[in-house]
Each structure stands twice: as C-alpha cells, then as structure tokens.
C-alpha cells in the first residue's frame, strides 16, 4: 500500500491508516487525480472566529483544456441545494470546463469565478457561452455564511491552483467548515482502477460531505455511530432528522461513457452513501455529477456551432457496452464510501462562528470498535 494511500499530502492519517478494510484496487493517489487530467486545487479560508469557507475547483480535462466537452451525467438524491450547470447537463449530455465548489451562499461567486477563469485564460471558449458547474454545501455552523469572504478572486485562485497528483483532503477548500455525521467533515477523495480487455480505467470521486447525524455513522458495516452518542455539540445546537444535511460528488472516469451512462454512474453514488449510514432527508442537497473524458475531442464545442463551423458534420463516441458497466458502478459506490471515510479521518476538531465546536471524529475509539467486530486487526 502506497504513502498516497495512507496519508494526504500535509500528513494527515487517510481511512486505510486506520485499518478499515475497502474492496477494489484504488489507483496510485486513490484520488479523483489519478483519472488522466484531472486536476484539482483549493483556496481555503480560516481566519479569526468567524471564517471558515473556501473553494474547491476541479478541471476535468486540466486547465488546457477547458473548451473541449465531455460526456455528463446528473443524479439528484435530494434537491434541497444547488448545482448550476445540470440544465444543460440533462438537455445535451455534455458539459465543459472547470467544476467549483463552495459555500451556499457563495454559489454565485464560484460560478462567476469560473467565467472570470475561462475568459483571462481562454478566451476564445469565453466567446461562447459559459454554463458552469458550480455546487454548495451549507457552512453556517462553523462559518459566518453572510460574510462576503469568498470573492471572484478566491474562486479564480482555487481554479489557478489546481495540480494532479495526490489531494488534499479534510478542512480544505469548500470542505473547509463541513460537518459529516456530527464531526468535522469536508473535502474527500478516492479511487477505483478497472481492467477492461487490454485497457485499464480509473473511477475516481470526490465528494464534499456535510450530512449525517451521528447515531447513523456505519463504518465498514459495523454501526459505530450509535457507539459514539457523547461529545456531540452539533446535534444539541440543530434538532436535525436523520440523513439531514447535504454532500456533493463528483465522479470522473476515463472509460468512454455515453451520458445516459454517465447518469447511471451518478445514481449509483447514493449506494456509497448508505454505506457510511446516512438515509438522505427532505433538508439534504445531495447533488451528484459524473463525467467522462474518455472520448477527447468527439463532441463539438459551443464556439464552433455557435459561429457556424463544422455544419454537416457528426460527432463520433465510442463507449463502453452497457452489458459490461457493472464493475464500474461498483468502483463508484465503493471510492464514494472510502472518500466519504476520508474527509472524516482526515480530520481534527474545529471551532468556529460564535464559539461553535464540531469534534474531530475519535480514531482511536473507531479503531477499538471495528477490532472489537473483527474488522480491523
């Protein structure tokens, strides 16, 4: 088992230090990263009592190549947020350019950032039209959401400073104030690598998680959460339902996909969720994107069929069989359990906005629950 795998870059312990045991074989980060191109970089905020917020962007195709679409799918689990884009997404199956993600109410901002990004950088794809994809999650326990601190130019720092390799994950970017199951929560990742004949493929997710209360918390199938009922500030400060609270995914994959493929991709990251406990609620915004960069240059860009170019022409994919996509579904909802672990582990305890405390989740009591089940060693 790689570094990569147990560790995020600043050293902070991932879901596998622990132990915990998940099927498959994860690529060489176990990141969203290790799908080719894909990038993705953070701006985080922590300042004072009352900031706690950031950014998170990720380029599918790499900074590049921002003007060239790719396959798309959209699944939501539970509408009660925001993901711009989707429209689009439903109506033609495509998408194209970078994806932020933030705070609620600095959904608008994200997506103005990435128009801002798009046009310095590239902005023959800017003559276009722009619909970019940008999502939230709510960080108003932690985070004064009202506050203005996320800017265009934080979202195009975010965007400008984003890399492949292994990622950062925890109380970064837009994961920054996140709560999962009643502890810190927030950015997490992993992946799944797939043999298809001669080929390999990776599935890699991403996922910013603010859902959960904590008597739900099931980690590799051992209810841990209804063990851990003390130190739990969060839920005495919100009277929430179960599964209340929300989770946006966004899944990558180099396999060339069609986009009704892509959407069975994103369904299938509810079945990654209901591992980890959660049940979704009416007060969740669980919104979920799959793409597929495995079919470059095969969709016609929005600058050219605006302007006229290429009339008479056709578009040409190819793509995996329908009959063949189960283990990618797998790989889904089995790198959506461990990302989703990750963004819990890879954390420590945060107090924010008007004193508020969310814990960091107890590693070593999880580890002594799971050895007492006989999951871990």
């Known amino acids: 088992m790689s570094d990569a795998h147990l560790a995020t870059p600043s050293g902070k312990p991932r879901a596998r230090a ?111 039209w722009l619909l970019p994809v940008a999502a939230e999650t709510w960080d108003g326990y932690l985070n004064d959401i009202n506050g203005g601190h996320v800017t265009v130019d934080v979202a195009v720092d975010a965007l400008e400073s984003a890399s492949t390799g292994p990622v950062e994950e925890g109380s970064v970017g837009g994961g920054s104030g996140m709560n999962c199951y009643a502890y810190k929560g927030g950015s997490g990742t992993a992946s ?8 390999r493929h990776i599935v890699g997710v991403f996922v910013q998680t603010n859902f959960g209360v904590r008597r739900e918390l099931t980690i590799a199938g051992v209810p841990v959460g209804a063990a851990l009922l003390d ?3 969060i839920s005495e400060h919100f009277s929430t339902p179960p599964g209340a609270g929300s989770v946006i995914a966004v899944v990558a ?15 299938r990251v509810t079945l990654g969720l209901a591992r980890t406990g959660t049940a979704g609620s009416h007060f ?22 605006l302007f006229g170019k290429g009339y008479g022409s056709y578009d040409d994919v190819r793509f995996v069989p329908w009959g ?11 790198a959506t359990e461990e990302a989703v672990l990750n963004s819990l582990v890879a954390n420590e305890e945060m107090v924010g906005f008007r004193g508020h405390r969310s814990p960091a989740l107890p590693r070593d009591r999880v580890v002594e629950l799971l050895r007492d089940r006989g999951r871990v060693r």
């Open 284 to 305: 969740s915004g669980d919104l979920f994107i799959a793409l597929s960069v495995g079919n470059p240059g095969a969709f016609s860009r929005g600058a050219d069929t």
């Open 231 to 233: 130190d739990d500030p």
């Open 192 to 199: 799944r690598t797939i043999a298809y004949g001669e080929d």
């Open 18 to 128: 622990l132990g915990i045991p998940f099927a498959g074989e994860p690529g060489p980060w176990n990141a969203i990263t290790d799908v080719p191109g894909v990038e993705v970089g953070f701006v985080t905020l922590i300042s004072g009592q009352d900031v706690r917020t950031g950014v998170t962007a990720i380029h599918p195709r790499g900074r590049a190549e921002p003007g060239d679409p790719f396959a798309a799918g959209f699944h939501s689990q539970n509408g009660n947020g925001e993901m711009t884009g989707v429209s689009w997404i439903e109506e033609s199956g495509t998408a194209a350019g970078p994806i932020a993600i933030t705070n609620t109410h600095a959904v608008g901002i994200a997506h103005a950032g990435v128009v801002a990004w798009t046009a310095k950088h590239h902005p023959g794809v800017a003559e276009a």
């Open 253 to 267: 994959t180099d396999a060339p996909l069609l986009p009704d493929q892509c959407d069975a991709l994103a369904r």
């Open 324 to 334: 063949h996509l189960d283990p990618y579904f797998e790989a889904v909802v089995q």
